[in-house]
């Protein structure tokens, strides 16, 4: 951790941005309190990363966007973006951020228990899946298989504390340690979000673990056939499948509670984004693992 | 007993008491010329951050009143001290990383010019985690600046005018940078920052004319990359390619020896119990001719960290009487809790000893220049690890220290803060969970989270101590008036007698102080002493985020540690200059 530099003072990051103009809209928005998030003709203020496909982007294109949209409709309010990484810093640099333009109500995708925010219950649940060709694949369906000794494996690389995927991590228990191959999920020109699922296609890796949702749009987007294993948490593991819920501010039950109504009565709606978007879905009871 | 390089020549005449006796302090030293300006960060190439400037003294700072002050307009962590180079001051800011030169020479000190770089926004949400700066250098009518979206640029001293402007990473992988160039000879010498985005540290050079890149060298990697060998084979496969190791900490420089300091940061972004091995050069003092970059020595401090003791901080070099030899040393205070006396010829250790209360090893190896770990505070990330000090904060962090060579001390703000260090729980970044390591910090024994210490380096022991509620977070400042200076995160600056400690004097400036107090010679001959105080924007969220953090178990766990930082204090970026009446 670096954090780093010491006195990862610093913060106040929203005035920056607030003074660079970087939210995409400025406002003209309702005084904190008063605001209404999705109240009538209002707007429904989402915290955004604004290059994470298939999640969300600035273009409105990853599935988090859509699925604020269905939101906004049933708010019959408009969709407001504040753009941020979402890493180290999101919550505090858009939720919790202490100026009004830099400010917004919800978070699209965050885990049930997550605790910087006041989370609703699921509205899915995906899992870490093995990603490699169909045809000559290695065919691994599980941490323990001997195999994973001697292929090379493509992995994310959460730049944070100390931080690993959770399998990545029971790997490690495993001893298998110097066949992993890291990709960052530091977005840029030469590396974009697809960059993992691009070298199983390519040979590069003979397979990869990735967040179910982070992979499955891109293994639709290429030529070869890849299939997608879910990837089983063994005697002792940490859990693989996770529920995804949407976070609002700690301590805001009204809009949680309207949030919630819609993931009840838009449940179809939500389920197909995510069906076009390739997410593996799993069943499970929410908030059955954590 | 003399500084060893560095413009306060003049001070090398001085006989220092270097045991350190009594209050009654000898006569005063002549006041070296170059003392009266303030030209680079730390105030010479030694960083001792003394300066033999004399007018005020122990007997009449009580009298220290405000001459002016200037408004930076920026409301951040305000790190790093302005210079004086003739009769102007030149003031950078945090983000958005303004400069700007103050003409001493006129009433109330107006601006001659700002300097305002254009940089991306996007550097802000994507370089998040720090955006504090750590000062310009000055050399050849140019002044230098690290911009937090990496470019280094040269400014007309004069006019503010950009001379060149060079790139040296790229924020959008997580690389920033945060600290201050340093100019050696032709040289400008830069580091980096973003460790905890798996950054791989370099330092780079670039000419002072043209900003053409002269070399860079890594921290970890093949022999030809580092300068130095033995890294790659302190790695499990390629992961020396994420090795962390980044440079955001202060430079020192040994013009007789041309070599050059600095220290490299912790180990890549992987958990402990995938980085098997010592991930060399994290956590490293390092050795450098600054003509070619490749390295003499390099000693590292905390071999496979498992604690986040980031080793950046400033190495301050200095002849010792180390056993009745005279040696050219360099004093570091890490964040490990363990002050390190080295030979700045070699390398070689001459003494390790505990500067705060450190229990996750019992000592450093003389021979091997190893910790001696204490198992039961090795941190994993499948098992939770209890009262672990100091905590990742360091038992000092950036904040520099100061060494009179009247008194033979140093001055050193420390924290005191121990941690416990929590195994897995899965967190959320980038759309996916991941596993990470929960850091709580919290008060050390006492219960105070400060203390700012007088340390003899030669025996290795602490003089005095003045407890601080809050971590002593700004740097110091001795001079030849014996009188210490030091900023708190309450905003007080505060000067103490050199050689007893005793308060003399404090003054609330509008934030808190992160920053390192100056001091130089104004154009009308008076001494002024200055300092940047702006603690970061914690405010609105509650809690004391000024740590970079949003909840107590985030990262390092500031949080926990500093619930009540808000009612002290706010948010500012103001220079408060004193002077006597």
Redesign the interface.
């Known amino acids: 951790?670096?954090?780093?530099?010491?006195?990862?003072?610093?913060?106040?990051?929203?005035?920056?941005?607030a003074s660079?103009?970087?939210a995409q809209t400025k406002p003209a928005s309702p005084k904190p309190g008063s605001s209404q998030p999705g109240g009538g003709g209002g707007q429904f203020r989402v915290c955004a990363?604004?290059e994470?496909m298939p999640?969300s982007n600035q273009k409105l294109e990853g599935f988090e966007n859509k699925i604020a949209d269905v939101i906004a409709k049933e708010f019959a309010a408009s969709t407001r973006y504040t753009?941020?990484?979402?890493?180290?810093?999101?919550?505090?640099?858009t939720m919790?951020a202490?100026l009004e333009e830099g400010r917004c109500d919800v978070v699209i995708?965050?885990?049930e228990g997550?605790?910087?925010v006041t989370p609703t219950k699921p509205y899915y649940r995906s899992t870490y899946v093995f990603v490699y060709p169909r045809d000559k694949g290695p065919q691994v369906k599980s941490l323990d298989d001997p195999v994973l000794k001697k292929v090379k494996i493509g992995v994310?690389?959460?730049?944070?504390?100390?931080?690993?995927?959770?399998p990545v991590?029971e790997l490690?228990?495993r001893g298998v340690?110097?066949?992993?191959v890291?990709f960052?999920?530091?977005?840029?020109a030469e590396?974009p979000p697809s960059s993992i699922i691009d070298a199983v296609a390519s040979g590069k890796v003979d397979l990869a673990i990735v967040?179910g949702?982070?992979a499955g749009y891109f293994v639709k987007q290429q030529r070869v056939p890849l299939v997608m294993i879910p990837v089983p948490s063994g005697k002792g593991d940490?859990?693989f499948e996770?529920g995804i819920a949407m976070g609002v501010k700690p301590g805001n039950q009204e809009l949680k509670a309207r949030l919630e109504k819609v993931i009840e009565t838009r449940h179809a709606a939500i389920t197909k984004i995510l069906n076009d978007y390739n997410v593996p879905l799993v069943e499970g009871k929410a908030g059955s693992k954590? | 007993m003399v500084v060893a390089v560095g413009v306060g020549t003049a001070c090398s005449s001085s006989t220092p008491s270097s045991s350190g006796s009594g209050a009654s302090a000898p006569a005063p030293s002549p006041v070296a010329e170059a003392d009266k300006q303030w030209t680079m960060q730390n105030k010479n190439q030694s960083a001792t951050r003394y300066s033999s400037v004399n007018e005020i003294n122990a007997e009449n700072v009580k009298s220290l009143k405000v001459a002016w002050t200037f408004s930076t307009g920026v409301?951040?962590?305000h790190?790093g001290e302005p210079l004086v180079v003739g009769s102007t001051m030149y003031v950078h800011t945090?983000?958005?990383n303004i400069v700007y030169a103050l003409d001493l020479s006129k009433e109330g000190a107006p601006i001659k010019w700002k300097y305002q770089p254009r940089q991306d926004?996007?550097v802000?949400?994507?370089a998040?985690?720090?955006?504090?700066n750590r000062g310009v250098a000055y050399a050849d009518g140019k002044i230098f600046l690290n911009q937090l979206d990496t470019n280094t640029v040269a400014l007309d001293a004069e006019t503010g005018k950009e001379l060149w402007k060079v790139k040296q990473g790229?924020h959008?992988?997580?690389q920033t940078i945060?600290s201050a160039p340093m100019v050696i000879k032709d040289k400008v010498i830069s580091g980096i920052?973003g460790?905890?985005?798996?950054v791989r540290g370099f330092v780079t050079a670039n000419d002072v004319n043209t900003g053409k890149q002269v070399w860079r060298m890594y921290s970890t990697g093949p022999e030809a990359e580092v300068g130095f060998p033995g890294s790659v084979e302190t790695w499990?496969?390629d992961?020396w390619r994420?090795g962390?190791g980044?440079t955001?900490g202060w430079y020192s420089y040994d013009p007789e020896l041309n070599l050059f300091y600095y220290g490299t940061?912790?180990p890549g972004?992987?958990?402990?119990?995938?980085r098997?091995g010592d991930n060399k050069f994290s956590m490293t003092i390092f050795a450098r001719n600054p003509d070619t970059g490749k390295a003499a020595w390099a000693y590292q401090k905390t071999p496979h960290d498992r604690w986040?003791y980031?080793g950046i901080n400033e190495n301050v070099l200095v002849d010792l009487n180390m056993n009745g030899q005279t040696r050219k040393t360099l004093v570091n205070f890490d964040r490990n809790g363990f002050s390190y006396v080295l030979d700045r010829t070699n390398g070689e250790l001459l003494l390790a000893q505990p500067f705060v209360h450190v229990n996750w090893a019992t000592g450093v190896d003389m021979k091997t220049g190893r910790p001696i770990e204490v198992p039961e505070k090795q941190t994993s990330?499948?098992k939770n690890t209890r009262d672990i000090c100091p905590s990742?904060?360091g038992g000092k962090?950036?904040q520099p220290v100061s060494y009179s060579p009247r008194t033979g001390y140093f001055y050193v703000p420390s924290n005191n803060l121990c941690m416990d260090y929590e195994g897995?729980q899965?967190?959320?970044?980038?759309?996916?969970?991941?596993?990470?390591?929960i850091?709580v910090s919290k008060p050390g024994p006492g219960g105070n989270r400060g203390e700012f210490l007088a340390w003899d380096p030669v025996a290795g022991k602490k003089v005095w101590g003045i407890k601080e509620e809050l971590s002593a977070?700004g740097g110091a400042l001795s001079t030849g008036g014996d009188v210490v200076f030091y900023g708190t995160m309450e905003g007080w600056l505060k000067a103490v007698n050199a050689r007893t400690g005793d308060l003399l004097w404090k003054f609330k400036t509008p934030s808190g102080i992160?920053g390192n107090p100056m001091t130089y010679v104004g154009p009308d001959g008076k001494q002024y002493v200055a300092v940047l105080s702006g603690?970061?924007?914690?405010?609105?969220?509650g809690v004391a985020?000024?740590?970079?953090?949003?909840?107590p178990t985030?990262?390092?766990g500031?949080i926990g540690a500093f619930k009540d930082l808000a009612s002290f204090s706010n948010?500012g970026g103001v220079l408060t200059v004193f002077s006597l009446p």
């Open positions: 951790m670096t954090h780093r530099d010491a006195l990862r003072v610093v913060v106040a990051l929203s005035l920056l941005c660079t103009g970087f990363d604004p994470n999640h753009w941020w990484g979402q890493r180290r810093g999101f919550i505090r640099n919790n202490t995708g965050v885990p997550y605790d910087l994310h690389l959460l730049g944070d504390d100390y931080t690993n995927p959770p991590h490690s228990k340690v110097g066949n992993l890291g960052s999920t530091f977005y840029s590396n967040w949702p982070a940490l859990p996770f954590r | 409301l951040r962590g790190e945090p983000f958005p926004p996007s802000i949400p994507i998040c985690c720090d955006t504090v790229d959008k992988n997580g945060t920052s460790g905890e985005f798996g499990e496969g992961e994420r962390g980044t955001w940061g912790n972004s992987w958990n402990p119990d995938q098997p986040d980031d990330a499948t990742a904060m962090n950036q897995v899965v967190k959320y970044q980038a759309g996916q969970p991941y596993v990470g390591a850091v977070w992160i603690v970061g924007g914690w405010s609105g969220i985020a000024e740590m970079g953090l949003e909840d985030a990262g390092l500031a948010q």
